[in-house]
């Protein structure tokens, strides 16, 4: 009897080991999609997922449910995976929500109004720090003066961000403070406008910026703490549940690790230092492991090759169009590109090279030649923005592993300046999306935020149409250089993802990776471009567990 008992009790634990385990979540009745293994559509109705917050099984319609612990009913509503945003700057998109935001502002008067506005209602701030202007925008047709903006404050300094980072634009007092004059020479790689007198007009172009930004007083921790969690409301508002980091100090290192720490990370974080220093401080011999169960890890450097258009400091193989003086600003040189290249490749390291110009591209094309021959495997080379390429070196963008990380919204935003500056006979590189696709290149698709909002929705409907917000122009412009609703989505998502070596961890709601997805009120892959940019986000979960929603 004693071994009758012991061949059931072991024919039962056979069993038991022979039957799945219990899923712990099905999430129910949702019309599902994501990018599968081969870069395809794959779709769904119902998702397992389990303690650890990982995709289990996707489920077909009419396919039998496996009893779970938990079930979540979609209502019906659009499954699709987290949204990932391959360029950001996550603390300046806390800080630019927390100080004063010029980005909607349509006139210089405009801009001046809000300024003084903000000014009075915070009468404690010493400083009056924000960011977002744009002459461009407001049809000024030059750089705001510092002069201007005393009209507005002149009792305390203040500093304001141009909206593509790479200017800012002070009154008298914040450049007298900082000790800047006519006889200060501009650095390298910067540039002070000025005026008539060659005394500082009042805005500062690249590396000039630090000239005056060394002596404004940097945030305490308690605010760059305030600072993020704004910046991951911002984020998870938008859908987006992962971003590249580009240009990350130790100090938001630093935040981020107290976030997670207190458990207060949400959001994923690809974290690309802003210089050697912060690399060797941080990661030491080589990228960091994942840290907070796959929220955050550090494994690349940002680099700065040249500027921005607007402010003239991207760098043009021919001289700019609208000003026949100026190619651009060089932030390295050639030997130095290579050498910082090198030196991150050593290691392991990802390099990421902020390139906007022709010449630029080029550089950075012939630097990833040249380090390929030394550096093999599997480098994933980026080139941010990579925005104004030669047509003649677009067949590059398909090798070596070159992934041009672009923001689509940049386009539109840029399109009438990009005409200004280049001129109509050299736009046919311009934002060349497909041109990199069919290249064989890859794109990754970010937003730049807080330079563009951080709308991955927004960015989609741009990269489908070439249209902005307003659908203009009509038709597109180069129309030729949209891509694919499919590939727009991947952009945002699993090409994003690959192109920070995060795949098979999230970006794709596949058996095995983080159960990163949002709830929406309509199909990306189906809704019109204008339909597109009106996406409403439902819900938003991140490894299973609900972050944001109704």
Do not use: C
């Amino acid at each position: 009897m004693l071994l009758t008992l012991a061949r059931s009790l072991a024919a039962v634990s056979a069993l038991a080991l022979a039957a799945p385990a219990l899923a712990d979540t099905l999430v129910d009745n949702v019309d599902g999609l994501t990018i599968d293994e081969t870069g395809a559509v794959k779709r769904f109705t119902g998702l397992v997922f389990d303690d650890d917050g990982k995709v289990t099984t996707l489920l077909a319609r009419g396919e039998a449910r496996p009893r779970t612990d938990f079930l979540i009913d979609g209502e019906g509503r659009v499954m699709i995976p987290g949204m990932i945003d391959a360029h950001v700057h996550v603390m300046d998109i806390g800080f630019g929500a927390l100080t004063l935001d010029l980005s909607d502002t349509t006139s210089l008067d405009d801009a001046l109004a809000k300024i003084k506005a903000f000014a009075e209602e915070n009468p404690g701030r010493p400083w009056i720090l924000g960011r977002g202007w744009n002459q461009e925008k407001w049809g000024l047709g030059r750089f705001p003066t510092a002069a201007e903006l005393d009209s507005a404050v002149a009792d305390r300094p203040v500093w304001l961000e141009r909206a593509d980072n790479h200017a800012n634009w002070g009154n008298t007092l914040a450049i007298t403070t900082a000790g800047v004059t006519a006889k200060t020479a501009d650095p390298a790689g910067g540039k002070i406008i000025r005026d008539a007198k060659g005394g500082p007009a009042g805005v500062f172009v690249d590396r000039a910026v630090e000239l005056v930004g060394k002596v404004v007083p940097p945030p305490r921790p308690e605010d760059r703490d305030l600072a993020f969690i704004k910046a991951q409301e911002v984020l998870l508002g938008f859908g987006v549940t992962a971003v590249a980091d580009m240009g990350t100090e130790l100090t938001d290192w630093n935040t981020f690790r107290r976030a997670g720490d207190a458990g207060r990370l949400q959001i994923r974080i690809m974290a690309y230092a802003d210089s050697f220093e912060t690399l060797d401080t941080v990661a030491g011999p080589e990228p960091t492991v994942w840290l907070y169960d796959d929220r955050l890890r550090m494994g690349g450097i940002k680099l700065y090759l040249d500027g921005a258009l607007g402010s003239r400091g991207a760098v043009l193989k021919a001289p700019y169009h609208d000003d026949p003086g100026a190619k651009g600003l060089p932030l390295l040189s050639p030997a130095q590109l290579r050498n910082l290249m090198s030196r991150a490749a050593m290691d392991n390291f990802q390099t990421a090279v902020h390139a906007i110009g022709d010449a630029a591209n080029n550089e950075v094309l012939g630097a990833v030649e040249e380090l390929s021959e030394t550096y093999k495997g599997d480098r994933r080379w980026r080139i941010e923005h990579a925005q104004i390429i030669d047509p003649v070196d677009i067949a590059r963008m398909g090798q070596n592993g070159v992934i041009a990380s672009m923001q689509p919204l940049h386009q539109t935003s840029d399109r009438l300046m990009a005409e200004a500056r280049l001129g109509p006979d050299r736009l046919e590189g311009a934002y060349p999306w497909r041109s990199v696709l069919n290249a064989g290149g890859r794109l990754a698709f970010g937003s730049d935020a807080p330079v563009e909002p951080a709308d991955p929705f927004a960015g989609m409907a741009a990269a489908i149409s070439r249209t902005d917000a307003q659908g203009q122009p009509f038709g597109g412009w180069f129309p030729q250089e949209a891509v694919s609703r499919e590939t727009a989505l991947a952009g945002f998502t699993s090409d994003a993802a690959f192109a920070g070596f995060a795949e098979g961890r999230f970006g794709r709601l596949l058996p095995g990776e983080r159960a990163d997805f949002l709830l929406v009120d309509r199909d990306p892959l189906l809704a019109a471009p204008d339909a597109l940019r009106q996406t409403k986000v439902i819900g938003v979960w991140i490894g299973g567990v609900k972050v944001k929603g109704e």
